[in-house]
């Protein structure tokens, strides 16, 4: 009965929020509510997440100390840092830039750091990936983005700003949830349901390829591999599909 009760109301959410425009749904994740709602959500899923994603976060930020190394080092620049689910991962020394547009999620960040003090929070930038106006050119050693590129409004616009603030030979790392295989039944519930999934994820989209923007910026390398994130529970069975890798300018 209970189950009942959870599955009829899901299905009127959807049914309202797909007849609801794209001004609608832009109003409504606009609205200061909805941030600081989303950001004690993250606070929360991050934990989940990162549960879930462990090995392979460690995996790709296992180069991060040499990377930054390699070209003399420098600042971390982390793009849509949320909480700080990456603290504990970055090596002992990092020196992380946290751009981060959504204000609700600083106390987060700032409590994070503390937990991980082998990280240096240098500095909570406010704003978005797509125009990093505050940041110079070829000023930062390495650049992170961890289930954000599914966020932004413009993928290539933001790829184009990584390259330009990184130095050249400099590493971008990142880890993201992307569209499943064309033909699958989950990427046709991916495309059906992606309007709904934005209203769950702060204007997310769960059908993004993003690897074709990856491989179209114009970075000298980019490796990635894709999988599909088993430990994620069927809640998240739409963000189950993963891509993760690296990027040289
Ligand atoms: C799903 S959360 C991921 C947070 C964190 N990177 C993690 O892995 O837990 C997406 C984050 O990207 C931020 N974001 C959304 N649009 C953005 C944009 N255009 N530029 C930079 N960050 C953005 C959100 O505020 C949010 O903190």
Redesign the pocket.
Same mark, same amino acid.
């Not at 704003?127 to 797509?130: N, V």
């Not at 983005?145 to 954000?148: A, D, L």
């Not at 599914?150 to 409004?153: D, F, H």
């Given at each position: 009965m209970i189950v009942l009760g959870i599955c009829a109301v899901v299905i009127v959410v959807f049914a309202i929020t797909a007849a609801m425009s794209d001004k609608v749904r832009e109003a409504v994740i606009s609205s200061k509510i909805y941030k600081k709602g989303?950001a004690v959500h993250?606070n929360l899923?991050?934990r989940i997440?990162n549960n879930a994603v462990r090995k392979h976060k460690e995996d790709i930020f296992e180069k991060l100390k040499s990377s930054v190394e390699s070209v003399g080092g420098g600042d971390i620049l982390?793009? &849509?840092? !949320?909480?700080g689910?990456?603290f504990e991962f970055f090596p002992e020394g990092s020196s992380i830039i946290a751009?981060?547009?959504?204000p609700h999620?600083v106390p987060y960040l700032r409590e994070n750091a503390e937990k991980f003090p082998h990280v240096q929070l240098k500095n909570i930038v406010p704003?978005?990936?797509?125009n990093m106006d505050g940041i110079p050119d070829a000023s930062v050693a390495a650049v992170v983005?961890?289930?954000?590129l599914?966020?932004?409004?413009d993928v290539k616009a933001?790829l184009a700003e990584i390259k330009r603030v990184l130095k050249p030979g400099g590493y971008f790392y990142f880890l993201e949830h992307v569209a499943d295989e064309p033909e699958t039944w989950r990427n046709s519930f991916q495309r059906r349901f992606d309007n709904q999934w934005k209203y769950l &994820?702060? !204007?997310?989209s769960c059908s993004r390829e993003t690897w074709t923007h990856l491989d179209n910026a114009g970075f000298s390398t980019v490796s990635y591999r894709k999988f599909d994130l088993k430990e994620l529970t069927v809640l998240c069975y739409l963000i189950r599909p993963h891509l993760a890798g690296h990027a040289i300018k």
């Open positions: 989303f993250m899923f991050s997440h982390e793009i &849509g840092a !949320g909480t689910a990456n751009l981060e547009p959504n999620m704003g978005f990936a797509e983005c961890t289930m954000t599914c966020s932004v409004s933001t &994820g702060d !204007g997310c």
